[in-house]
DNA sequence: GTCTGTGCAAATTGTTTGCACGCAA
DNA sequence: TTGCGTGCAAACAATTTGCACAGAC
């Protein structure tokens, strides 16, 4: 009755796992997540899944992180920021791309502009904290 | 005299190279450029040069486009456009960012901001164009 | 002599792909 | 029977790295 069978067991743990983490796995530690779980996963899989919601749109790429891609199940549009020293990817909604800049940036390039991503980067509050009472000490 | 003599040859080379190009190139297009006029270098040499002018913050990394790095020699602030389609990457002096959103980020990462990018993503003019008329004929 | 920049080629690593199998319709 | 999702392993491509040498000081 559900569509969602065996067929797809693994195709909706790979979504499931984008969509309810706020981490911006890699194909890497998606794969790691969910392994024990499902014991007979490929990394093939994981990435031939992870393309495949992209050309849906069900997922994006947010960055390339040291080199990995990061991913991100929320498509609706929001800001990131990228710590430089762990690599990780969080959201800040606080921060708003207000419409005028696409405006801008459409009149700009002469073409179509489809997304728009802005991205912080620097140190993430534990790193900063660290440093900071690292350097101190 | 100049402390650029022989030594640095291809090390000016790859900078000057980054610095006077605006299409964001990446290692292997350097490369190709540089490869005429300088037969004996080595895209190991490219690599290494690329990741020491990060670090001292000469150039900098824009984006990822289809797996490849592509860097930019203008590290004042600016935003970029990216066509899904060419792969082109451009700039859009036009746009800014306003400083409310870095203080805003700031705010909201509770760490520290280094730096900001934005990026829009669609078709530049040419590839706009092309499927315009592609598609109406 | 020492230090630095480099060529060269091998190694590494993230990602993609071909093939064969198994379950679902 | 046909089609799709998948495991597995080989293939790929971008980038990094170890080693040895050459020129600068």
Redesign the pocket.
């Known amino acids: 009755m559900a ?1 969602s ?10 979504l499931h796992c984008l969509q309810c983490s706020t981490a911006h796995p ?3 530690s998606i794969y790691a997540q969910l392994k024990p779980q ?1 014991p ?13 919601f992209k050309e849906q749109g069900l997922v994006m790429s947010v960055a ?1 992180v ?5 991913y991100d199940g929320n498509t609706c549009p929001h800001v990131h920021f990228i710590c430089t020293h762990c690599g990780a990817v969080t959201d800040l909604h606080e921060v708003q791309v207000g419409p005028e800049l696409n405006a801008a940036a459409t009149g700009a390039c002469g073409g179509r502009v489809e997304s728009c991503q802005l991205t912080f980067t620097g140190l993430c509050r534990e790193c900063y904290q660290r440093k900071e009472s690292g350097e101190s000490a």
């Open positions: 569509p069978a065996k067929h797809f067991k693994k195709r909706d743990a790979i890699s194909a890497e499902i007979d996963l490929a990394m093939g899989t994981v990435y031939r899944n992870l393309n495949l390339t040291r080199g990995v891609e990061r």
